[in-house]
């Protein structure tokens, strides 16, 4: 089944989305960057999801290499570390044409990947830069609402910025920076995030996903 089958078929309804069984994926790439940096978040995700929104999805998050065809039998993709990303050109290839076919990359800075990242995705799309979403944006207002992104994390005590590639007004690839929200999704003795920082990294990731799958709709 081909990837803008798979979300045109997500994006019917709420209760679709709530109804139908689905598996999210980790994205691997290379440049030698620790792209395994947090292995409980998207199974802590996934089981958010299913309790607080009824959901069916896979706790099973395999590693996805960016430049396989596999890619797109995953219709959320998630990708983070702390430092350098490599995409061949093929990668890059392979990576915006399952973004343009319907698929959704999420990136969430660990600390240290944003100089890298941000050359990368030039790559992938040299036409289309990352902007910054306002906070009217409908992925802070799915199930939960957001005034902007919150802070899970102080790094370098940032505010919180959640960028945008935006192509023929669909929101394709959602960068999240000086937030570190899938270190809020993992489990609790990985960084020891209070239970209301953990909440609120769980409810905006339920926002994302909630997106993601139902291209925008509430």
């Known amino acids: 089944m081909k990837i803008g089958l798979i979300i045109t078929t997500l994006c019917l309804s709420t209760i679709g989305f709530a109804q139908g069984s689905y598996?999210?994926?980790?994205?691997?790439?290379s440049?030698?960057?620790?792209?395994?940096?947090n292995p409980t978040a998207l199974p802590n995700l996934a089981q958010f999801c299913n309790v607080n929104l009824g959901t069916t999805i896979s706790k099973e998050a395999p590693y996805v290499d960016v430049g396989s065809p596999e890619l797109s039998l995953y219709p959320f993709v998630h990708m983070t570390g702390h430092g350098n990303v490599v995409f061949s050109l093929t990668e890059a290839e392979n990576l915006r044409n399952y973004?343009?076919?319907g698929g959704f990359l999420h990136i969430d800075d660990n600390y240290g990947m944003d100089k890298f990242i941000r050359e990368e995705l030039k790559k992938v799309f040299p036409n289309n830069s990352l902007v910054e979403l306002p906070f009217s944006h409908p992925v802070f207002h799915q199930k939960y609402d957001f005034n902007g992104l919150p802070k899970i994390h102080e790094h370098d005590g940032k505010r919180p910025q959640a960028f945008g590639i935006i192509i023929e007004g669909r929101l394709v690839c959602?960068?999240?920076f000086e937030t570190d929200l899938s270190d809020g999704w993992e489990d609790q003795a990985v960084h020891n995030d209070s239970e209301e920082k953990r909440k609120q990294a769980l409810q905006m990731g339920a926002n994302i996903l909630m997106y993601a799958f139902l291209g925008g709709a509430k």
Do not use: H, M
């Open 23 to 29: 598996q999210i994926a980790f994205l691997k790439y």
């Open 31 to 37: 440049g030698g960057g620790d792209y395994y940096a």
């Open 99 to 101: 973004l343009l076919g």
């Open 174 to 176: 959602l960068y999240t």
